[in-house]
């Protein structure tokens, strides 16, 4: 039973546009969100994270979105661009998993940004 | 790029043999993870370490043991290699709770 679900595989956009990636979860206990960004032959990369006492944190291009009741984050590039093309991963974890932290991660959405 | 290194990078090799698979740090962070990825399923944790000596199963323990007798050093072996464990395999580091966790470039290991 999968915790954390993203279910869309792909998604495909063209550059200078909006990229949305979504994710749902279903585990209340969860209070860190994390979106990481893999390309081929390379470990994942963290991009972006936010606690569950906001609902929206920015970095640049890039913003998440947590809707607490809904049990759903997203994340938003814009304006998309063609190196933005990767595998992107939510995670999630929970502080009742203790010290160490450890994430639980969806099956990650393959984004393509067509030039 | 965090410190990690993964060795080896690719192995082949066949059911029933040990294989273990080592993760270097120079980070000096506390926290280290194996996870593993397969299609469909995202990254799954296998094991984690909180300290030197101190270990703990992940959701996908089954078949695997760690070893952590050193702050840098993190092994992963696979006692009895089965067809399942074809995978592509992460380390990742943190030195902090809270802190994002970063990832080692994997170990693609294939068992036939």
């Known amino acids: 039973d999968q915790q954390v679900k993203q279910n869309s595989p792909s998604l495909s956009v063209q550059e200078g546009r909006i990229s949305i990636l979504n994710c749902d979860y279903t585990n209340s206990m969860f209070d860190y969100f994390l979106w990481y960004k893999k390309y081929p032959a390379e470990g994942p990369t963290f991009l972006i994270s936010?606690?569950?006492?906001?609902d929206k944190n920015e970095d640049g291009r890039f913003t998440v979105f947590l809707n607490k009741s809904a049990k759903h984050l997203s994340l938003h590039i814009v304006p998309s661009q063609p190196g933005d093309s990767a595998v992107y991963f939510c995670a999630a974890s929970s502080i009742s998993s203790g010290s160490a932290r450890q994430l639980t991660f969806g099956s990650g959405t393959q984004l393509t940004v067509l030039p | 790029d965090a410190g990690i290194t993964q060795s080896p990078r690719h192995k082949v090799t066949e059911t029933g043999t040990p294989v273990t698979l080592r993760c270097h740090q120079t980070e000096n962070h506390r926290y280290m993870y194996w996870y593993r990825q397969d299609p469909g399923h995202g990254l799954r944790l296998i094991h984690y370490s909180y300290g030197v000596k101190d270990t703990d199963k992940g959701e996908v323990s089954d078949g695997y043991s760690v070893s952590r007798s050193k702050t840098e050093d993190f092994l992963l072996t696979l006692e009895s290699a089965t067809s399942s464990q074809t995978s592509v395999y992460f380390c990742?580091?943190?030195?902090?709770?809270?802190?994002?966790?970063?990832f080692g470039n994997g170990t693609r290991l294939t068992v036939t």
């Open positions: 990742a580091i943190s030195d902090r709770t809270g802190s994002p966790l970063h």
């Open positions: 936010i606690s569950s006492i906001k």
